[in-house]
């Protein structure tokens, strides 16, 4: 059989009805050679501790449940290899979320920022089923399909230094997702979206870090979607002082 | 205890859940919507379907040809009426995706492309890239989004459906952030909880696939049919059971044994010219077969055999495939590009599930099931790959309309009755939280479980080990009623979470064993050596199972013919 080696884990507990603060617990888990840390804290769970609280689901990396900070680096644990580590691994929760419980954060406040942003398609008017589909060139789908491919992992929040300022910030994953519905073909909601990206908290508060490009586990680059988001509610703005006109809410 | 009101109720937000969510508050500009799942709605395991989903699109294809394909495709048991109802609106349903902004990919001239899959005639299977159920979740979900009248119930595990009257009336959900169980009642309830692949050790599916609406109307007293099928895609990844899409084989790849044979070519599988796009049951047979040959390759996980895609190109499978590419270069250290992929047959469908008629709709009034948790008898004995997200769509839709108008003209029910009735399973719940002292510990439950279903119900099954997985899963219900619960915390409490899922999970495993052994002939996935043939004369019906405090009662149901006469299935 294969190689087994000995790893220690060092982990965030916390049970609200018991902890004021959260505290870290360590487990002596045997290790796998093909292991990622989801794989221990699996085991952790199965064969140690059964009270270890942690999201989880796909383990292939497209789910997004199982988003924690390993080593202090935000990780998509399923995917993220033990060979990559030392003797010690700490696991933490994701960082610039509220703690629920051990791994686990709250992310009401992300499903709102989400909805903020409007992630549908907008028209005036719909086009019936039995019109078809909508001609859509493959260069007109490589527009927006990078930004289409964020998995909500959280992994750019937790990154982000303006999250950790302003939770308020509409954050990297919800600008890039409306940026993809303003670079859709199909969609005529631009204008409805640049005037939520020229609020309070949305793209202008971007210090352009590029944190979160860097540690998006599936190569959104939602930096770069910000920044575009940012030039493109500029001159929708500089339009509309030019030719003032009647607009849909 | 708390009591919601809306007029569906629907438990569970992957395609099927989110589909039937966005119909009815279209059927009805009044209806307020629960939409109930243990995930958040982005999490659930749709996302997690790769190759695409199948509808006729193309000048060379039609309706007929999807029909018999499905027909064929299930050994004949697939109900006619449904799959002639399903083929007609399936191109509608991937349309509507399609407008809601699913980024489909395209020809050149901007039209939707289609791929090559397995037992299908001709290309009609819709995807974007290899991410297809990735891409269809995210799509419904943020779609769904703009309905103030869908009301979420995040991370809430459903423990019980409400029955009263003869109708159902709603269910009790365990908040699992705050610990509470509340009442959520419906005028009409739809199941869209997905399938079961946790009863397998080895299985494509993630970790939330423990059959729970499965097991919510089985124990209220509904049937599950055709359980006894399950699919094994040939493809997975060896360790892990990570999916490799089949949309690898429609793309041109070619199964290869260890001495490098496409084996598939020998004329000895059934699979005749098409070889890697034959149906899955027969692929996985043959990989099976050879391996027992003695032409697998031996590794740290057992035996396998190779996709080459080597011959593709990298510039193809990086359009087309990308995904794959990930996979094997992050779970087996294989690039495709250059290297053959490990693979073994891994579970991955189920195509029983609650049995439901041609709307959704169960023998109990006001209680409907779509998608992988429910048998529409669209799939029959072994369905055709990218049919199941399409159906989730086509059932989605029909069963929230047939559940809109219910709900308009069904009657109040007993509040009080009701009411009493989740007060006793609130209690319940929470004294399995509290308990102490239980002697079985659900690790060593769950494992034996799987051991049971692997031995007893693999891609071959046999009656003596049949027989030996029904008893152990009988002793394995017994048990579980002495389970032990070591997390007693109200908050986030995710081993008392797993522990109602192992009893969901106890349920339908025995629910599958059961059926298995009864069906003695071998029809699409069920391959039973010691029945090796089919037997229309005994055995074209639909397997019934209810369940009874002692052992499962069986029954069977008639399956609905129409133009096509079941016939020899070969390819």
């Known amino acids: 059989m294969v190689e087994v080696r000995r790893k220690t884990f060092v982990v965030t507990r916390f049970d609200p009805d018991r902890d004021e603060v959260p505290k870290t617990q360590s487990y002596d888990v045997p290790v796998q050679p093909d292991w990622k ?207 003032p006109g009647p607009k849909e809410g | 205890m708390e009591t919601l009101r809306h007029d569906i109720v629907i438990v569970g937000g992957g395609a099927a859940g989110l589909r039937a969510a966005i119909a009815a508050v279209e059927a009805d500009p009044e209806a307020s919507v629960a939409l109930v799942s243990k995930v958040y709605p982005m999490r659930s395991h749709t996302v997690s379907a790769e190759g695409g989903a199948a509808a006729v699109a193309r000048p060379d294809d039609s309706l007929e040809m999807h029909g018999y394909d499905t027909v064929k495709g299930s050994d004949f048991l697939g109900d006619q009426d449904v799959i002639e109802y399903f083929v007609e609106q399936a191109p509608r349903e991937l349309t509507l995706l399609e407008h809601w902004g699913c980024p489909w990919s395209r020809n050149e001239d901007g039209s939707v492309a289609t791929r090559a899959f397995g037992g299908m005639a001709t290309k009609r299977t819709w995807f974007a890239t290899d991410k297809v159920g990735f891409h269809m979740l995210h799509t419904l979900f943020q779609h769904s989004m703009r309905f103030d009248r869908i009301v979420r119930y995040d991370e809430q595990f459903v423990t019980k459906l409400l029955v009263e009257g003869g109708a159902a009336r709603g269910v009790v959900a365990l908040d699992v952030r705050e610990g509470v169980l509340r009442t959520i009642l419906g005028r009409a309830v739809i199941l869209a909880t997905g399938g079961a692949g946790k009863c397998f050790p080895f299985t494509t599916n993630g970790s939330i696939k423990t059959g729970d609406g499965m097991a919510l109307a089985y124990r209220a007293g509904l049937p599950l049919k055709d359980m006894e099928f399950v699919q094994y895609h040939p493809t997975g990844l060896p360790g892990t059971g990570i999916l490799i899409t089949e949309a690898a084989r429609g793309e041109g790849g070619r199964l290869l044994n260890a001495v490098g044979e496409r084996f598939l070519e020998s004329g000895d599988y059934g699979v005749g010219s098409k070889l890697e796009l034959g149906p899955r049951d027969m692929i996985s047979r043959a990989i099976i077969l050879e ?177 030996k997985a029904v008893e152990a899963l009988s002793r394995l219900r017994g048990r579980y009623q002495d389970v032990a619960v070591e997390d007693h915390s109200v908050v986030f409490n995710t081993e008392l979470i797993a522990v109602l899922e192992l009893g969901n999970l106890l349920d339908v495993a025995e629910a599958v064993a059961i059926t298995a052994l009864q069906r003695k002939e071998s ?32 029954d069977k149901k008639d399956v609905t013919l129409g133009r096509w006469e079941p016939e020899e299935r070969k390819y």
């Open chain 2, 291 to 467: 391996i027992q040959a003695g032409k697998g390759i031996q590794g740290p996980y057992g035996e396998y055999l190779h996709l080459d895609l080597t011959h593709i190109g990298r510039a193809t499978l990086e359009k087309r495939l990308p995904f794959v590419l990930e996979l094997a270069r992050i779970y087996v250290g294989v690039d495709p590009v250059s290297q053959p992929i490990p693979i073994r047959p891994v579970v991955h469908y189920m195509m029983g599930g609650v049995d439901t008629d041609i709307d959704g709709a169960t023998e109990l009034a006001g209680l409907y099931a779509v998608g992988e948790c429910a048998c529409h008898s669209l799939n029959g004995a072994n369905r055709l790959g990218s049919n199941s997200l399409t159906e989730c769509l086509v059932f989605g839709a029909r069963a929230a309309r047939h559940a809109v108008t219910y709900a308009r003209g069904c009657s109040e029910g007993d509040a009080g009755a009701v009411r009493r009735q989740a007060e006793e399973e609130a209690a319940r719940v929470t004294s399995l939280r509290d308990k102490r002292g239980g002697g079985e510990k659900p690790v060593e439950l769950r494992g034996e479980m799987n051991s049971a279903l692997e031995d007893g119900c693999g891609v071959y099954r046999e009656q003596g080990s049949l027989r």
């Open chain 2, 523 to 554: 029809r699409g996935a069920h391959a039973c050596s010691d029945f090796p043939a089919r037997n229309d004369g005994e055995y074209l019906h639909h397997s019934l199972v209810y369940f009874e405090p002692g052992a499962p009662r069986l």
């Open chain 1, 37 to 243: 840390v989801l794989d221990a804290l699996n085991f952790i769970k199965d064969h140690i501790d059964p009270t270890l609280s942690h999201r989880w689901s796909c383990r292939m990396a497209v789910c997004g449940s199982c988003g924690m900070t390993v080593n202090g680096e935000p990780k998509l644990t399923c995917k993220d290899a033990l060979s990559d580590y030392g003797d010690t691994v700490e696991v933490e929760p994701l960082a610039n979320f509220p703690i629920i419980r051990d791994l686990v954060v709250e992310l009401d406040g992300f499903m709102e920022k989400l909805e903020r942003v409007k992630p549908w398609i907008v028209r005036a008017k719909q086009k019936a089923v039995q019109e078809g589909t909508y001609r859509q060139s493959p260069a007109e789908l490589e527009e927006f399909k990078q930004f289409s491919e964020c998995i909500n992992c959280m992994l750019c929040y937790a990154a982000c230094p303006v999250v950790a300022n302003e939770p308020d910030f509409l954050g990297p994953a919800a600008i890039a997702i409306g940026h993809r519905y303003n670079l859709d073909s199909r969609d005529e909601g631009a204008d409805q979206r640049n005037e939520i990206f020229r609020g309070e908290g949305t793209v202008f508060s971007c210090t352009y870090a590029n944190e979160c490009s860097e540690v998006c586990p599936k190569n959104v680059d939602p930096a770069a979607a910000v920044n575009q988001a940012k030039f493109t509610a500029v001159i929708d703005w500089a339009k509309r002082l030019v030719l």
